[in-house]
Structure formats: structure tokens, C-alpha cells
């Protein structure tokens, strides 16, 4: 890692490198298939962009572990997750629009949740009837 990263990068570029390149991290999640895979993020980036990451990490019940187990979610959603929560930004596609919803309305990010639903709407092919 170069001493003086820092040097030159905006707000969300510096961010997207403390992310990517797990620099301070204080918190890490199991997630993917029965734990498998191990993901890292910083405590008060997730609580101040989620009230449920704030009451997980931060509240009366809060996780007393450095690990969290992520239930459900396969571990390329949640670093995508992730990488949106840190700086905004995440690569939304077919694959995976519907994984990411999920977690975004499950740890209340509503930015990425009408995010999703708009790319949904966007690459509708065909219009939906209900009968």
C-alpha cells in the first residue's frame, strides 16, 4: 500500500480505496454459502448510511463480535452492497438487480432499492399483465 494514498483523491475516490483495499476496516460479515467467505467494511460508513447497520453495530443489542453472519445474501451481492453504501456507486445488472434489492430494502438503503427498481423498469423487455 503507498504511505500517501490519500494525496490527490476526492472524498469518494478515497473511500473506494479504503473499500476495495480493506484499510481500516473494523467489521467483517460472513456471507455467500453457510458462511464461506469473509467480507470487511468500516463501522461508522455502514451506520451512518443504514438504521439497521446503526442498531446492529451500534444499539443495545449490538453484535459484541468483530464478525457478523449475513444470512442469505451470496457474497458478490454484498460487495456490491457494500461498495454502494461506501461511495455510491455499484454496478447494477440483470444478474444481479433482484439479490441486491433484497439487501438494500433488508438493511433499509432506499437509495439502492428504488435504484434497483428503476433499472428494473428501465430493462423491462416486454410490459407484465397480471391476471
Given at each position: 500500500m503507498e504511505t500517501n494514498w490519500q494525496d490527490n483523491l476526492s472524498l469518494l475516490e478515497s473511500l473506494n480505496y479504503i473499500m476495495t483495499n480493506g484499510v481500516d476496516c473494523d467489521i467483517s460479515f460472513k456471507v455467500g454459502k453457510a458462511g464461506s467467505e469473509v467480507v470487511s467494511a468500516h463501522k461508522l460508513i455502514l451506520a451512518s448510511r443504514s438504521?439497521?447497520?446503526?442498531a446492529i453495530l451500534y444499539g443495545p443489542l449490538a453484535e459484541k463480535g468483530q464478525t457478523v453472519d449475513i444470512p442469505g445474501v451470496e457474497s458478490d451481492i454484498f460487495k456490491c452492497f457494500l461498495r454502494y453504501v461506501h461511495t455510491d456507486q455499484c454496478s447494477i445488472t440483470l444478474d444481479n438487480v433482484t439479490g441486491l434489492m433484497y439487501t438494500a430494502h433488508k438493511?433499509?438503503?432506499?437509495?439502492?432499492?428504488k435504484e434497483c427498481a428503476q433499472f428494473?423498469?428501465?430493462?423491462?423487455?416486454?410490459p407484465m399483465y397480471v391476471r
Open positions: 438504521s439497521v447497520f446503526r438493511y433499509s438503503v432506499r437509495r439502492l432499492v428494473m423498469i428501465d430493462n423491462m423487455s416486454q
